[in-house]
């Protein structure tokens, strides 16, 4: 099992810029999470789905933050326009009934 | 007052000591309970689930103290590689181990030869 894969590892952006950033979870799991980790505020779950429909996006900051999970397969996170305070690693977690969390190697994004 | 709150250490012990983190939670109907381990630039990793009144795992033991809203992760014999962050974890859905998770800011522990 490759586990939940994300992409890519690092980023470095100009603030204004759009990012991408690219999750697989693993196969079979049917919950995907988007979380957000800084210094200042720890983990912050941003916006989590069951079965591809979105659950619970409170976590999201603002507008300028959007996720999609057009598939059981792939998940996106997208901010546009980026700015500096949006610097942090975003992890990415899946799971099912029965398992905890297994999440991703992060991204770790850097706005400039 | 914070869904879970940890002491943020950091915990400085010497290899083969005894060290334990305590955890409080705001929910009084949550049912189960995890810690997770976190290396420097590494991302979370499961250690130890808690449904009860704890649970044992090898070096590690996990208690939970309903009355008090508390749990406890003991680790015994400490070993250089137990150096790393210990995120305090609780359902935000009271006896669901899907859906959110509360983290706890960490607690830091540092093993020293």
């Known amino acids: ?112 | 007052r914070k869904e879970v709150e940890q002491d943020p250490g950091p915990f400085n012990v010497p290899e083969g000591a005894t060290v334990a983190f305590n955890c409080t939670y705001s929910n009084s109907a949550s049912q189960s309970f995890f810690w997770y381990r976190q290396d420097c630039r590494k991302e979370p990793k499961l250690l130890m689930s808690v449904y009860s009144s704890g649970n044992e795992d090898g070096r590690f033991t996990a208690q939970l103290n309903r009355a008090s809203q508390y749990i406890s992760l003991l680790i015994r014999d400490s070993k250089l590689s137990d150096s790393a962050t210990y995120l305090c974890v609780v359902p935000a859905d009271r006896g669901s181990t899907l859906g959110r998770l509360y983290f706890g800011r960490g607690t830091q522990l540092t093993v020293w030869p």
């Open chain 1, 1 to 112: 099992d490759a586990g939940v894969i994300q992409s890519p590892r690092h980023e470095v952006t100009e603030m204004g810029q759009e990012v991408t950033l690219r999750c697989k979870p693993i196969s079979g799991h049917d919950y995907l999470f988007w979380y957000r980790q800084t210094m200042m505020r720890g983990l912050e779950l941003l916006i989590y789905f069951n079965n591809n429909v979105p659950i619970d996006d409170s976590g999201m900051p603002e507008d300028r933050f959007s996720a999609k999970m057009p598939n059981a397969s792939f998940s996106t996170l997208k901010i546009q326009p980026s700015e500096p305070r949006d610097s942090a690693v975003y992890f990415c977690a899946s799971s099912t009934r029965g398992f905890g969390y297994t999440f991703g190697s992060g991204t770790r994004l850097t706005v400039v």
